[in-house]
């Protein structure tokens, strides 16, 4: 068996791979941002360009020009509402904007573009799930997108201009109910490029369709290359390494976070191997995110995929941001997902780090899972039911909570892997006060358990911090118990453990 890779490996990880990105030709039109050697990637936030305005990008893809990459996404109504009232929830509003482009590169640092289409240019409901190739003979920077029950395409002679409509189609010859779902768009190494995706409905069977050579302004037969026994899949990717190709999905799970499952290949068309969870996701459900996007990123000193993930908050509510990237290596042929909160990255040498301020709690506010639930992803239960997540948390949709009718005595913990050193535990916490013992603990990390009391009236969400926690053996178990009184209850949200010295 494989040895598991610890996502929290504090040593630069950048494991060569042998496929370069499929960069395509020409120059930006405009300068992109100033490239750094190494920025920082801030997870579980709401993302802001250059000029500090929230980035809107949903169900994109991104395209490598020179050393520039370019973003491309969807600005729904409902992203801008949630973003200017998370605590508000959900919503249902997909109406479309504009498809946009932003552009870095350092692959922290977005420059807005401007908008590759809006209302104006397409005429329709849905727009989505876009992707971007260049065709290497007309020269021209193809748009690929969902239009209503069919495709949309659009062309511009730069990767940044303005993209004009130039076709649709409204079935996809080989495919079983006709048009696709979930898509994006894959350029492989000799710059042809393919629909990756599953059909519309039930989505239960995954296509690889490539665009017509001459002009990519349609899509050809569609070959059939896996069908999924055990639901449907949405959120289809393909990213390549070392010669082998990587078709991974999400749960059919309607925007809301997911395992990755991966299929694989040596040929694009198959045949592909059975199914597998990408190592790494479990635990929090891919960052609390669903498969979007997936690149390489190749440098002078190293090479990892990028995994693009999309975070619905507007549609799913599961937590802050839409957008949450992580890096990708590789255990021999194994994916292995690194499940980080803040990381850095040199883009130029295609290496990455975990960053000073990463929370290493993974699911720390309990949104993986999506609904209720007595055994949450990523943590360990005692007391079986008096454990569980309830609704309305601090931040997102979820809590932790424990509580009972009757007298109880439990706790939920994680035992985390984590570089020797000083650290600081927090969390947010909500009590009804009365327990012979509440805590929020951190313990087994090479001295004696340090605890915050949370046995008294709490109201409303308060901080609790345990500071100078020092770990001397490379691990530590985090968590919050209870021995209380029947009706007692404590809630707790958005755990952080992160390194201060």
Same mark, same amino acid.
């Given at each position: ?9 504090? !040593? =630069?990880? *950048?494991?060569?791979?042998?496929? #370069? ?9 405009? =300068? ?84 590759? $289409?809006?209302? *104006? ?19 021209? +920077? ?34 079983? #109910? ?10 492989? @190494?000799?710059?042809? *490029? ?12 995954? +296509? ?36 082998? +190709?990587?078709?991974?999905?999400? @749960?059919?799970?309607? /925007? ?21 969870? $990408? ?11 669903? #498969? ?73 506010? *309990? ?33 932790? !909570? ?20 000083? +650290? ?36 409303? /969400? ?20 209870? @021995?209380?009184? !029947? ?15």
């Amino acid at each position: 068996m494989l040895r598991r890779i610890s996502r929290r490996a504090i !040593a =630069a990880m *950048a494991l060569p791979l042998a496929v #370069t990105l499929a960069s395509a030709g020409g120059a930006a039109a405009t =300068a992109a941002p100033r490239v750094q050697a190494t920025a920082t990637i801030q997870n579980d936030v709401f993302w802001k360009d250059t000029a500090g305005n929230p980035i809107y990008s949903q169900g994109g893809g991104v395209l490598k020009v020179g050393s520039t990459y370019y973003w491309y996404g969807v600005k729904y109504g409902g992203a801008v509402s949630y973003y200017n009232n998370p605590a508000g929830g959900k919503n249902s509003n997909t109406s479309f904007n504009a498809i946009t482009i932003y552009s870095s590169t350092d692959l922290a640092n977005w420059k807005f573009e401007g908008n590759a $289409m809006t209302t *104006a240019d397409v005429n329709g409901g849905w727009i989505g799930r876009v992707g971007v190739s260049r065709n290497p003979t007309t020269g021209k +920077y193809v748009l690929v997108s969902q239009l209503d029950s069919g495709l949309v395409f659009a062309t511009s002679s730069t990767p940044n201009g303005h993209f004009a409509k130039a076709g649709t189609q409204s079935s996809i010859t080989n495919v079983s #109910t006709g048009m696709s779902g979930d898509q994006s768009i894959f350029t492989d @190494d000799d710059g042809r *490029a393919y629909v990756i995706f599953s059909n519309k409905s039930g989505r239960s069977h995954l +296509y690889v369709s490539p665009l017509r050579t001459s002009d990519f302004l349609h899509v050809e037969a569609a070959k059939n290359i896996y069908n999924s026994s055990s639901g449907g899949r949405e959120g289809n990717i393909m990213f390549k390494n070392a010669g082998t +190709y990587y078709f991974c999905s999400s @749960d059919l799970h309607g /925007w809301n976070a997911s395992h990755t499952y991966c299929i694989t290949s040596k040929n694009i068309m198959g045949p592909y191997s059975s199914e597998f969870v $990408m190592q790494g996701t479990d635990a929090d459900f891919s960052h609390v995110t669903q #498969t979007g996007l997936a690149f390489s990123v190749t440098g002078s000193a190293g090479s990892f995929v990028m995994f693009g993930g999309d975070r619905w908050s507007d549609f799913a509510g599961n937590g802050l941001g839409y957008n949450d990237w992580v890096p990708v290596t590789f255990n021999g042929t194994t994916p292995v997902f690194h499940s980080l909160n803040q990381w850095n990255v040199d883009a130029a040498a295609g290496t990455w780090s975990v960053g000073s301020a990463n929370n290493y709690v993974l699911n720390p506010s *309990a949104e993986a899972d999506r609904v209720a639930q007595s055994n949450l992803a990523g943590w360990t239960t005692v007391g079986g039911a008096v454990n569980s997540n309830k609704l309305g948390g601090h931040t997102g949709r979820w809590a932790i !909570a424990q509580s009972s009718s009757s007298a109880y005595s439990a706790s939920r913990y994680q035992n985390i892997s984590v570089p020797n050193g000083t +650290y600081a535990l927090s969390a947010w916490v909500k009590s009804s006060g009365g327990q012979r013992k509440a805590t929020v603990f951190a313990r087994n990390f090479g001295a004696s358990e340090l605890s915050s009391s949370i046995n008294r009236s709490i109201s409303g /969400w308060t901080k609790v911090t345990i500071a100078g926690i020092t770990v001397t053996d490379g691990s530590i178990q985090v968590g919050v118990q209870s @021995d209380a009184n !029947a009706g007692n209850w404590v809630n707790v949200d958005d755990f952080s453990l992160v390194k201060t010295g």
